[in-house]
């Protein structure tokens, strides 16, 4: 893949420029003038400019705002050769369910009678509202790719301490899906879906559940965080030592793009999953951290995981 040259002009007041190939908040390119960075060809690149105070802002000679249900201020570049591989869309968007055990909030929609498996989504709001999830897979059953699904949305109270290994979100993400199960009949297979710290969580529960979560569709799994750490950039990669250890791994689909910094991690683990000829599936997008990158990964990730059930 061949690299392509971007200069960026900062606008007035932009004292740093930062993106995905910064970490965002973490490693932010100092600017005192033009600055000119290299990237894959056809890459999707989000940035944001800080000011002297260190607040993110949107180049505001660029209009194309990204698609961000975190952050309103990164802008968007597409270079050239960038193609998007947009889902299929759906005839019908299947009824949402929204339902409250205690505090934590869930949402439930189903793409046919009878559903043959669950698929459950840590940050359910942006799985549900910005990458439609339910909309992916009701299209892919339209298109007799994969079989009716039920799919459950869990909204995360507090994403960095909740996914990050702790037990009491486990116990009462166990507590979620035993609501579901009452309300709406068995789980069947249960497909878990997770992106960034969200991934982590559901590569987590499939190694400390195999029989209950035999599969995953991880998108940019957070697989630097460690437990006890503070850092999901730097701390030591601790879940591929207990998949390096595990006796059985769950079947997974794997994306991740090329200016993130979870690039070398996730390379790591599917080598490790290859080393150990474990089920999966392994691709690199010309992008970064974002729903832009995610969107594109669902529909082959369920195909994947669901199409030979």
């Known amino acids: 893949m061949g690299q392509r040259r971007v200069t960026f002009h900062p606008p007035p007041g932009a004292k740093a420029l930062v993106g995905d190939f ?10 005192e003038g033009p600055i000119t960075l290299e990237f894959p060809e056809g890459a999707y690149v989000e940035y944001a400019y800080l000011d002297e105070a260190g607040r993110p802002f949107p180049d505001p000679e660029n209009p194309e705002r990204a698609d961000n249900p975190w952050w309103t201020y990164p ?7 960038f193609r998007y591989e947009a889902p299929p869309e759906a005839q ?15 949402y439930v929609a189903e793409t046919g009678e009878a559903p043959r498996a669950t698929v459950v989504a840590q940050d359910g709001v942006a799985f549900y509202r ?26 995360p109270t507090d994403r960095n301490a909740e996914y990050r290994f702790s037990e009491a979100y486990e116990a009462e993400f166990h507590r979620v899906l035993e609501a579901v199960e009452r309300a709406y009949g068995p789980l ?29 569709l ?21 879940l591929l030592l207990r998949y390096a250890e595990a006796e059985r791994h769950p079947r997974i689909y794997l994306e991740v793009g090329l200016l993130e910094w979870l690039l070398g991690p996730n390379r790591r683990f599917a080598a490790l999953l290859a080393d150990r000829k ?12 974002n729903w832009v990158t995610w969107k594109q990964a669902l529909a082959p990730g369920l195909r994947y995981l669901l199409g030979d059930a």
């Open 130 to 155: 910005t990458a439609g999830l339910h909309k992916v897979a009701q299209a892919l059953l339209e298109g007799g790719e994969i079989p009716p699904v039920r799919l459950v949305f869990v909204e």
């Open 22 to 31: 910064t970490d965002w908040e973490r490693n932010p390119i100092p600017l």
């Open 278 to 289: 474990a089920p999966h599936a392994y691709r690199e997008r010309p992008s970064g951290h």
């Open 218 to 238: 991880a998108l940019s799994p957070a697989l630097k965080a460690h437990p006890g750490g503070l850092d999901a950039y730097r701390d030591q990669e601790w």
């Open 75 to 81: 802008r968007a570049l597409r270079l050239p050769g």
């Open 92 to 106: 019908k968007e299947p009824r949402v369910g929204r339902h409250r055990l205690g505090e934590r909030r869930y």
């Open 188 to 216: 069947g297979e249960v497909v878990l879906v997770g992106a960034s710290l969200g991934g982590l969580f559901s590569l987590w529960q499939a190694l400390r559940h195999p029989e209950r979560f035999p599969k995953v």
